[in-house]
């Protein structure tokens, strides 16, 4: 049976569970401490390394560093944006792929997912990590068009996207191994992967 060209949102008869995966189970959280700490060692060496190369006239690189008319407040505001931004991203792509996205607050994180949708592989891949390359490449090419101080507090920014995508990657590698044939159902904190019942252990 082959699937239907546009969004799916039943799961077709012949498909059956294969496993599940969720951020909060206890066997999670050495590979998601991993990738936490090697996004946010990737994402800071680009980013203030960027910084450094872009504002190389001898000013020093000092976070935070803000012209003395702009609040600092604006700074930590700019940093705590991007975690709504980062969902935003997510749900961009949901649309992209025929679903629609419901927003949500748990008491450790933000989230995104949407009701009644179940992604193809590749399309699930683009959901999670649309917002880890959105906005790493997005903050990149601001980073040569800002003072200093603004710029500091842009890298800081995307650094904690970064280092917030740790779930994200976690389950994009899950996803990376599954089956062509695969449908993933997004559940918040975690996923189901769904196969064809003959390739079902």
């Known amino acids: 049976m082959s699937l239907p060209s546009g969004p799916i949102t039943a799961l077709p008869p012949d498909y059956r569970e294969a496993y599940a995966a969720r951020v909060n189970q206890r066997r999670a959280w050495p590979p998601l401490l991993a990738l936490t700490l090697a996004a946010l060692l990737v994402s800071g060496g680009l980013l203030f390394g960027a910084l450094a190369a872009y504002h190389a006239a001898g000013a ?16 930590y505001a700019l940093v705590l944006a ?7 991203v997510h749900g961009r792509m949901i649309r992209r792929c025929g679903h629609s996205p419901r927003y949500g607050l748990k ?6 997912t949407a009701d009644s949708a179940y992604f193809r592989r590749d399309e699930y891949l683009r959901v999670l990590l649309a917002p880890l390359v959105v906005i790493t490449l997005g903050g990149m090419a601001a980073l040569p ?9 842009v ?6 996207n970064a280092s917030g995508a740790g779930g994200d990657l976690w389950m994009a590698l899950i996803t990376r191994r599954c089956d062509p044939a695969a449908l993933i159902r997004d559940e918040a904190v975690g996923m189901r992967v769904y196969l064809p019942a003959a390739a079902v252990p």
């Open 155 to 160: 890298a800081l920014a995307v650094v904690v």
């Open 60 to 75: 020093p690189l000092v976070i935070g560093a803000l012209p003395d008319d702009v609040p600092r407040s604006l700074g």
């Open 145 to 153: 068009f800002l003072p200093l101080g603004l710029a500091s507090w």
């Open 107 to 112: 008491w450790y994180a933000l989230y995104t």
């Open 82 to 88: 991007v975690l709504p931004l980062h969902e935003g």
